[in-house]
Each structure stands twice: as structure tokens, then as C-alpha cells.
């Protein structure tokens, strides 16, 4: 089993840039894949991006291409999503999840969910 603990949400302004982390504990991030997904009030928890061993192996929603970027430390046993340009659209409660397929977005793919970090993009 593996206990994920998610940071560095927070209050920016749009254009502005965060870093998301993904800490893991209990069995090391390197078999799993992990993913960023994100949930807006009143909507339904939606894919990000998604990583597995390295950033050779990275997949990416078509709303955060470009603007996004998902990374690893497995010595650190860290996932990071550097968060580029940032939108009002992209507010939300930012979550991180494993998963053994790849290459997967879908939500019932991941399991061992954190407890979220929020981001708030507003002028």
C-alpha cells in the first residue's frame, strides 16, 4: 500500500506558475504509475497528466499540453506537476493517484488517492 500526501497548492493570479508535489511513503514510486488528476466544485474528478518510471513515459490532458509538466525524483520517492500559465479554469483540488496501467488517464485506473492540495487561480 502506498500513502500519498500532496502539496503546494495555493492562491495565485492568472499567468502565474505553482509546483505541485506528490510525496510517497510506504512502497517506492518506481512499479507504480502516477497520476494528477484534478476536481472542480460540482464536477467530476478529471485526468491531468500521468507518469510511470521517467519522463520518457508522460501523458498529459489536452487542456494543460504545454502549460503543465509532470516530473519524477524516485530517489526523493516524489512526484512533481510544474504548473505553467495558469488559468481561472484551472482552480480546483489538485489530487495524485497510482495506478499499474499505463498508458492510462481514466480515474478507476488509480487508487491509494492523497488527500489533495488546492489551487486557486483568481485575479
Known amino acids: 500500500q502506498v500513502h500519498l500526501v500532496e502539496s503546494g497548492g495555493g492562491l495565485v493570479q492568472p499567468g502565474d506558475s505553482l509546483r505541485l508535489s506528490c510525496a510517497a511513503s510506504?512502497?517506492?514510486?518506481?512499479?507504480?504509475?502516477v497520476g494528477w488528476f484534478r476536481q472542480a466544485p460540482g464536477k467530476e474528478r478529471e485526468f491531468v497528466a500521468a507518469i510511470f518510471w521517467s519522463a520518457d513515459n508522460t501523458i498529459y490532458a489536452d487542456s494543460v499540453k504545454g502549460r503543465f509538466t509532470i516530473s519524477t525524483d524516485n530517489d526523493k520517492n516524489t512526484v512533481y506537476l510544474q504548473m505553467n500559465s495558469l488559468k481561472p479554469e484551472d482552480t480546483a483540488a489538485y489530487y495524485c493517484g497510482t495506478g499499474r496501467r499505463w498508458p492510462s488517464g481514466r480515474t478507476a485506473d488509480f487508487t491509494s488517492w492523497g488527500q489533495g492540495t488546492q489551487v486557486t487561480v483568481s485575479s
Open positions: 510506504g512502497r517506492t514510486f518506481r512499479t507504480y504509475v
